[in-house]
């Protein structure tokens, strides 16, 4: 008996010493992780994938769960690095651009008014202001909150975790597809080619304003991003499918309002700042929830068969 406690008293201080080394290993990570936010902070960008998994990593090793992490994570990195991969594709095909089809789409819906050029003429005064920087902000979360979301879902040990990620990366997928071989103008460029009205550089102002600087330098650049992707909107899909997953997996209303709150706030944002279209954001926002409602009932009926299955 004495051997046995000696033994099991022997596991205990080894699994505290392992516990201890790894939060230790968190809190450098988190230091790192705050580091690196701080110095890209300064150059004007927003943090990216390495930054903010860093953050997370931190966290996830402090509560003794960074296997599980790297293993669930993984898919969502390689997702990132295919979206960003993709826009580098769609630059060097210089495959014919669309700018017709959804302007006149958009006079159809405004009854021959454009929904962007109506809202900067009767909203923007020529500087930036709060609802500029509202705006900016509403687009900016793109990079931020879906990945929050998901972090959220993770920590939860719910389901609601591996379903958010499907859908991203499923819409996400299909997006890209139509990104490459059919590239879209957003308004923006547009009214750059004279055809439709001038559109103010609501963004690129406000990014220089807020002295995110760094941003606001590769406003409009096609080698650093992909600026023909205007339809669809995975502006707007991505927090559609997080409000959906919300409202599937119980959470409180006051979190599914608010989440309603930034799915409205990112709609006027990209429109306002004409960065998309408001048909694009409208349309494609009702069949991202079509095809993640069908996404997640299949997903539903599989796994109620799965027990009827095993037995």
Known sequence: VARTVATETLADVQLGGGLRAQRLVAVLFLLFGIAATTLVARQGVIP????????????????????????DWLPVVLGVFAYRLSGQLAHRLDLPVHYTPQIDAERLLGFGTLPTVWLQDHLYSGATGA??????????????????LAFVLWWRRSHGFSDLMLCLLTVTALAEVTFLLAPT??????????LIGPIHPILERGLYDLHLTGLADMKGSATAYNIVAAVPSLH????????????????????????????????????????????????????????????LRGRGARAARLPQSAV
């Open 185 to 194: 103008a957003p308004p923006w460029l547009a009214a750059e080619h004279g």
């Open 236 to 295: 707007v899909a991505w927090p559609v499918i997080g409000l959906i997953v919300m409202r599937r997996h119980g959470f409180p209303m006051a979190a599914q309002a608010a989440q309603a709150m930034l799915v409205l706030g990112v709609v006027f944002a990209v429109v306002y700042t004409g960065e998309h279209y408001a048909v694009d954001a409208l349309v494609y926002a009702v069949c991202a929830s079509w095809l993640v409602q069908r996404a």
């Open 48 to 71: 990216g994938v390495g930054p903010i998994a860093l953050l997370l990593l931190s966290a996830a090793l402090f509560a003794d769960r960074g296997g599980r992490f790297v293993r």
């Open 131 to 148: 609802l500029e920087v509202f705006s900016v902000l509403m687009y900016l979360s793109h990079y931020v909150a879906p990945f929050l």
